[in-house]
T-cell receptor, first 115, second 114 residues
């Protein structure tokens, strides 16, 4: 079974608007971490934001925030005030404490920001 | 401030040839990883090394071998390349084995097998 699901293969957003990228996960571990990475067309993987399973508040990093709903096992990425440079692939990933060495990645969402 | 360095950046091989992808990190990280990225499939773990002297299989280890040469270096070897191994390969590292540490990635190696 897929451990990380990203149901949106592609998304479009108008410049300066907010956009939400969906991520749901599957784990029986109580302690885990959720990560979002950005991959621009140049190919590098850029870490954006982290949410721990025990964190009570949603993580925020600049224009990025993580809408964490533990009971629903979702960890959606919200990008506020989209910029043209936000056009990229976005990957959700999970690391389970009991399987601490293994990160599992979702298939990604391609975001295109329109001028 | 190099971080994770992968060599080469591009490589074309013929079926049956062998080669080694090199990865080095200068951040004193304990854990290192090799992934492959194929269109529509995200990143899939090939092998990882929790610490110097240990290696373990990931999701897709067949056709690959690894060596954790020292704390800095983690190499991936294709003994007999096959067209199905055409992919982009990423090396990554993390400081310690806890759930809250993100991975730091190299820039990738684009490998084509003809």
């Amino acid at each position: 079974a897929q451990k990380i699901t990203q149901t949106q293969p592609g998304m479009f957003v108008q410049e300066k608007e907010a956009v939400t990228l969906d991520c749901t996960y599957d784990t029986s571990d109580q302690s885990y971490g959720l990560f979002w990475y950005k991959q621009p067309s140049s190919g590098e993987m850029i870490f954006l934001i982290y949410q721990g399973s025990y964190d009570e508040q949603n993580a925020t990093e600049g224009r990025y925030s993580l809408n964490f709903q533990k009971a629903r096992k979702s960890a959606n990425l919200v990008i506020s005030a989209s910029q043209l440079g936000d056009s990229a692939m976005y990957f959700c990933a999970m690391r389970e404490a009991l399987l601490g060495q293994n990160f599992v990645f979702g298939p990604g969402t391609r975001l295109s920001v329109l001028p | 401030n190099a971080g994770v360095t992968q060599t080469p950046k591009f490589q074309v091989l013929k079926t049956g040839q062998s080669m080694t992808l090199q990865c080095a990190q200068d951040m004193n990280h304990n854990s290192m990883y090799w992934y492959r990225q194929d269109p529509g499939m995200g990143l899939r773990l090939i092998y990882y090394s929790a610490s110097e002297g240990t290696t373990d299989k990931g999701e897709v280890p067949n056709g690959y071998n690894v060596s954790r040469l020292n704390k800095r270096e983690f190499s991936l070897r294709l003994e007999s390349a096959a067209p199905s191994q055409t992919s982009v390969y990423f090396c990554a590292s993390t400081p310690v084995s806890t759930a809250n540490q993100p991975q730091h990635f190299g820039d990738g190696t684009r490998l084509s097998i003809l």
